[in-house]
Structures are given as C-alpha cells and as structure tokens.
Antibody, heavy 121, light 110 residues
C-alpha cells in the first residue's frame, strides 16, 4: 500500500521561499512521475508540476519562473520550492503519484493528505 | 492556460443519475484520451475515480462512468447515494505536456 507523507512550514511571510517535501512509502519510486498540486481557499485544483525518475521536471507555465521540483532517490523523496511567495500563494499543497506507463497513461492515483500553507505578513 | 470548463454545481435525488460535463479544446480533451476525474469530500485529498476517459480504478463503484465526445468529457453517476455529495474535478493532459484541471463541480444530493 503506497503512502505519501508530506511536510513543510505552514506559515510564510511574503517574498520568502516555500519548501515542501513528500516521502514515498511502500512502493516503487522509479516507475512513476511525482507531482505537486495546489488548491487555493474555496477554489479548484491547480497543477504545479512534476518530476520523473531521471530528474526531468515540467512546470505549469504560470508558475514556471518561481518553481523548482527536485528528486532525492536515496530517500524516496521529492520536494517543491516556490520562491517569492505572496498572499495569492496561500493554499493547500498536495503531493501525488502520477502514472505514466511509458506515455500511455496520465493520471494521479495516490495523493498525500495535503499541507496548508498560509502567506501572511 | 485556461481551466477546463465545468458547471459550478449539479444536484440530484437519491437513486437518480447525474452527468457532469468538462469542456476543453482541441489541444487537450479533444486531442488525448488522458481525461481523469477526481472526487473530493470536504477537508480530504482528491480521490481518483476515472482515468483515461472511461476506466475505473480498482475499488471504485461501477456507478461512476466516464465518456468523451470531441472536446467534451463527461462523468455520469448513477443510483445517487448521499455519500456521493462532494466536489468533482476533471483533468486532461495538454499538447504542451502539462496538466489542466477543471474548475470543479459541487454535487448536492437532495
């Protein structure tokens, strides 16, 4: 049973860098892509980006200038960094496993529980 | 990139069927069969209920079904139960190699 456990600071000040980590327990790390999604208060889901086992990352164009997703294969972890945060970045951030099957699938089948991040001065 | 278009809300009585639409474009929903649907109950993470347009993950009730026609995908829930009351989101792979979500639909079971 694969589980994703995520953590990171819950409160940030404007202009700081958000840093979240997601650990993968109980399953293969190398066969999947690893994603970050956020949900602003009362709003819908927004895809932030993903990274594969080779360390190749893709980002949402609207966030690309500020986002970095990294992989630590030795710990079965991946992380999100979002720089220069503002109040508009206040959201619940989810990590998720994305199924690829050599390019024949594209969906998130396992999700972390979410981390609430508030940006406030 | 604009979000996929979903109705803000739908409702139905127990036992009835409802359908939620998800309108995209020829660069996403219309181009790939990589449409998935997620159910989200309050204060919980989204849960995958449909992938690749019409496939159900193991453990998901067969009351949930998905389809696609042109640039529009649809989720149908039959035999509505009280527990189906939740938010539903569609998503699609896009021609730019990114993922797009719909704005979400709140389902109310009357």
């Amino acid at each position: 049973q694969v589980q994703l456990q995520q953590w990171g600071p819950g409160v940030l000040k404007p202009s700081e860098t958000l840093s979240l980590t997601c650990a993968v327990y109980g399953g293969s790390f190398s066969e999947y892509y690893w994603s970050w999604i956020r949900q602003s208060p009362g709003k819908g889901l927004e895809w932030i980006g993903e990274i594969n086992n080779s360390g190749s990352a893709k980002y949402n164009p609207s966030l690309k200038r500020r986002v970095t997703i990294l992989l630590d294969k030795s710990k079965n972890q991946f992380s999100l960094k979002l720089s220069s945060v503002t109040a508009a970045d206040t959201a619940i951030f989810y990590c998720a496993r994305r199924v690829d099957n050599a390019g024949s699938d594209f969906y998130m089948d396992v999700w972390g529980k979410g981390t609430t991040v508030t940006v406030s001065s | 990139q604009s979000a996929l278009t979903q109705p803000a809300s739908v409702s139905g009585s127990p036992g009835q069927s409802i359908t939620i639409s998800c309108i995209g474009s020829s660069s996403d929903v219309g181009l790939y069969n990589f449409v998935s649907w997620y159910q989200q109950h309050p204060d919980t993470a989204p849960k995958l209920i449909i992938y690749d347009v019409s496939n159900r993950p193991s453990g998901v009730s067969n009351r949930f079904s998905g389809s696609k026609s042109g640039n529009t995908a649809s989720l149908t829930i039959s035999g509505l139960l009280a527990d189906d009351e939740a938010d539903y989101y569609c998503s699609s792979y896009t021609s730019t190699g990114t993922l797009l979500f719909g704005g979400g639909t709140k389902l109310t079971v009357l």
